[in-house]
């Protein structure tokens, strides 16, 4: 099995200028964690998530992150995005912009093998740059648990 047998088609994307706000109604309407960051000729040049708004907003690298106290960052005082708090104001200030990636005939154990080692929920698939599905950790627990692939 392929990722292009699995991936969601109809991606969920933002562009570098997508504002913090436009990012996270996207994310709550969509209920999804994260998306894939293009630019205007769809190129992939990024990734988000829930993850980089609450704590990249908040001035933690990905390595700090897993240290910060939680409940500090609750009651930090913390103004909020473009509202005089000095946080970030649009996505390319938050974004991962090496990211991890497989064209259409990765195979789904190679995903799977790539999101355990590096810890990543989702993998854009591309075409030529171009950013063409997505595969997520939930689609491949779909995949196991509608019996089409074998553990």
């Known amino acids: 099995m392929r ?7 109809n991606v969920a994307t933002v562009t570098p200028e997508t504002r913090i706000e436009a990012l996270c109604d996207l994310l709550r309407e969509r209920k999804i964690s994260g998306a894939p960051v293009v630019d205007a000729e769809g190129l992939l040049v990024g990734i988000v998530s829930k993850d980089d708004v609450l704590f990249r907003g908040r001035g933690f690298d990905s390595e700090s992150r897993q240290t910060a106290d939680i409940k500090q960052l609750f009651t930090s005082g913390f103004v909020g995005f473009d509202q005089g708090g000095g946080g970030p104001a649009i996505v390319s200030e938050i974004m991962t912009r090496g990211v991890i990636s497989a064209d259409e005939d990765a195979a789904v154990d190679e995903l799977c093998r790539l999101m355990w ?33 074998a553990p």
């Open 117 to 149: 080692e590096r810890r990543i929920h989702r993998v854009p698939i591309v075409r030529d740059g171009v950013l063409v599905g997505i595969v997520s950790a939930l689609d491949i627990c779909r995949v196991f648990t509608n019996g089409r692939v």
């Open 3 to 9: 990722a292009s047998d699995i991936m969601t088609r």
